[in-house]
């Protein structure tokens, strides 16, 4: 193939000699399966990693208890026989260390790690226009040029931590779950506290609480959360799954949200009470997302289906916490279960029950200030070893932001995306040429590897076009990207979750400095078939919402 590097222009000059015809931001489990597809076509392409090993979410969230909430089997990669043949998941729910060595395996056996450059941080990246290639700048100051840029830098990859007074003052250890330190961390004896309730939280407080000889919970919000019911996975049971890999990759295709469990279409009115609450007991005392997406439908549409459903789960917390008090607490009076991403934990409710373990509702007794040796509330000051930051994370748009990516006319990614994203299909930005996300805003709410998978795929695909025509220069036509945006937006008035304070909607984000209660439209919320069904037809159609030059 002739690389797109040393093609003519449009215009009759020789296209700018550059560095490398590709580079993929991001060495997780998207820039893993890039990297993988592009070398098989004799791409000139690199990994810029910013880490110092691969893996991305998995390399860096080590904190305590980090696990899958995807059956493991259902997150891995699908496209690799052999691969599917020669793993064996020890656990349903893989936990973090099992998780990074199995994207290492990966990176090994395909032999992809001399396509890989860690401790590679881009600091900014601009678009040539004059030679259609993109500039990125290192920290450290080299400068690395490409005809095309792939972003794989993962949904969350850039925390938030809260705003409170006095943060740099705090004389012990303080850090974001995803900053946990490298190095061993021994929490025995310790007086830790944990700000912040949602999913990495409800991950981390049940492990820490076991061994801390304090802990104390600082609540801003409370969240909903099911039982992850995790197990490990017999050679029987993983010789069954491999047997049965094709049906399971398919029952993620045809799912809304990627996985098996697809929903009740009974009909929530369609069965009596009693009948709903065996459902729900099934669901509860089952394997992971069951109880979120093997529902009756109506919980994610209907407000009343929605009330019963979510009277049902806080009757089953109240059974789990002791002290009914906290257990009035931990429940949310703000949003029903399951119109935000649901939590699944391991004994967390139980957790409050140990004498060891306090929670503080902030919304009481707010936070003032953190101290020298502790947290003030208006309460008071309690006295702490290490404090933890388990305020989430500045999703999907938070990595773009921080790389400072300059387009067309020296427009700012970060500047167009100031009240939320706009893309096309969430692969592509008008006005920002030969730069293609595979992972970024906009794309199907769902298992991530199965979104993913087909993301790449389509990336890949639209290169090898891209090549055969000599093309050097590639955009999304603004109208479409306009009725993309706009179909998104209709998603969301489709669902409960459209109207929730979650990630999904950039609640948190206001955190990075974004407009406080504007619904940031950050997902596509029409599922996952209808998702893959439309960035399909785009291929198929010959790319007619793209401009080639």
């Known amino acids: 193939m002739t690389d797109v590097a040393t093609t003519p222009t449009g215009t009759g000059g020789a296209a700018a000699a550059v560095d490398h015809e590709v580079v993929v931001i991001g060495a997780g489990v998207a820039g893993i399966y890039e990297i993988k597809r592009l070398i098989d076509l004799g791409v000139d392409a690199v990994v810029l990693e910013a880490n110092s090993g691969l893996g991305g979410t ?79 700048r290192l920290r450290g100051g080299e400068e690395v040029t490409a005809r095309f840029v792939l972003t794989a830098m993962g949904v969350l990859s850039v925390p938030t931590y809260p705003r409170i007074e006095g943060m740099d003052s705090f004389e012990g250890p303080s850090f974001h779950p995803f900053d946990w330190p490298a190095e061993p961390l021994d929490l025995t004896g310790k007086r830790v506290a944990v700000v912040g309730t949602g999913a990495t939280a409800i991950q981390l407080i049940p492990e820490v609480a076991k ?4 802990l104390v919970v600082y ?41 098996e469990h697809d929903a009740d279409r009974r009909g929530f009115y369609n069965v009596s009470a009693e009948e709903r609450r065996e459902l729900w007991d099934r669901l509860y005392d089952g394997p992971g997302f069951g109880i979120w997406l093997q529902n009756f439908l109506e919980i994610f549409l209907d407000e009343q289906a929605n009330a019963e459903f979510s009277e049902y789960i806080a009757d089953r ?81 938070g990595a773009f932001d921080r790389l400072d990516i300059t387009g067309v006319g020296g427009q700012k990614l970060r500047d167009k995306w100031a009240d939320g994203p706009k893309t096309f299909l969430g692969l592509m ?26 993301a790449v795929d389509w990336a890949t695909d639209l290169l090898t076009h891209i090549r055969a025509h000599g093309y050097h220069r590639v955009e999304a036509d603004a109208d479409a990207e306009q009725a993309w945006h706009e179909q998104v937006a209709r998603s969301y008035s489709m669902v409960l979750s459209g109207r ?15 407009e406080y209660g504007k619904t940031r439209y950050n997902v596509y919320q029409g599922g996952a078939p209808r ?10 159609e010959g790319y007619p919402g793209v401009h080639f030059a």
């Open 500 to 514: 929730a304070q979650s990630w999904i909607t950039g609640y948190n984000s206001n955190l990075s400095g974004h």
């Open 219 to 259: 609540q801003r919000r409370a969240n909903w959360a099911a039982p992850l019911n995790n197990g490990l996975i017999s050679e029987e049971e993983m010789a069954d799954i491999r047997r049965r890999y094709d049906e399971i990759f398919e029952n993620c295709r045809r799912t809304a949200a990627g996985f």
């Open 429 to 454: 930005v008008a006005g920002f040429p030969n730069l293609i996300m595979l992972a970024g805003p906009q794309i199907a709410a769902t298992n991530f590897p199965r979104a993913i998978e087909p």
């Open 211 to 214: 061994v801390a000889s304090e």
């Open 58 to 136: 998995w390399y860096k969230n080590r904190y305590p208890g980090a696990r899958f909430d995807s059956e493991s089997y259902t997150y891995g990669y699908s496209w690799s026989r052999e691969l599917l043949d020669e793993w064996h998941w020890t656990e349903r729910f893989s936990p973090q260390p099992e998780t990074l060595k199995y994207l290492e395996f990966v990176a090994d056996k395909f032999s992809l790690r001399e396509h890989i450059r860690f401790d590679c941080f881009i600091e900014a990246m601009t678009f040539d226009e004059d030679g259609s290639f993109w500039r990125l």
């Open 317 to 397: 917390i109240r059974q789990r916490v002791n002290d009914p008090v906290v257990a009035e607490k931990l429940i949310p009076t703000d949003h029903g279960f399951g119109i935000q991403r649901v939590p699944l934990e391991t004994g967390y409710f139980e957790t409050y029950n140990r004498d060891n373990v306090t929670l503080v509702d902030a919304s009481e007794t707010p936070i003032e200030r953190v101290t020298p040796t502790g947290i003030r509330t208006t309460e008071g000051e309690r006295e702490f070893d290490v404090i933890v930051y388990a305020t989430g994370f500045d999703a999907f748009t």
């Open 531 to 540: 998702y893959l069904g439309r960035i399909g037809k785009e291929a198929t």
